[in-house]
């Protein structure tokens, strides 16, 4: 079993800047993608971006230039560095990761509102 564990959101001003991390604990499960993505309220939830084993990265076309996603494979952590937030970026953002296995597992989400 995956557990994941995420950062707080917040609130935070449009313009400004905001960090998730999301650490999985796996002590036999091998990782093969970790992600984030995200759900406004009365939407689907959607892919925000995207980052494979050895580095590979997608991004929502809605937040190219403004997100970045790394990840620290010696932690089992990703990162979403999201910069020039919008109002529009509000949503509950969730953690996920993919293993080798094809198996998936999700974080609890965290609350991220964006807000002047």
């Known amino acids: 079993q995956v557990q994941l564990v995420e950062s707080e959101g917040g609130v935070v001003q449009p313009g400004g800047s905001l960090r998730l991390s999301c650490a999985a604990s796996?002590?036999?499960?091998?990782?093969?993608?970790m992600g984030w993505y995200r759900q406004a309220a009365g939407k689907q939830r959607e892919s925000v971006a995207g980052i494979t084993s050895g580095g590979s990265t997608n991004y929502a076309d809605s937040v190219k230039g403004r997100f970045t996603i790394s990840r620290d494979n010696a932690k089992n952590t990703v990162y979403l560095q999201m910069n020039s937030l919008k109002p529009e970026d509000t949503a509950v953002y969730y953690c996920?990761?993919?293993?080798?296995?094809?198996?998936?597992?999700w974080g609890q989400g965290t609350q991220v509102t964006v807000s002047s």
């Open positions: 796996a002590s036999s499960f091998s990782i093969r993608a």
């Open positions: 996920n990761v993919v293993g080798f296995d094809s198996s998936r597992y």
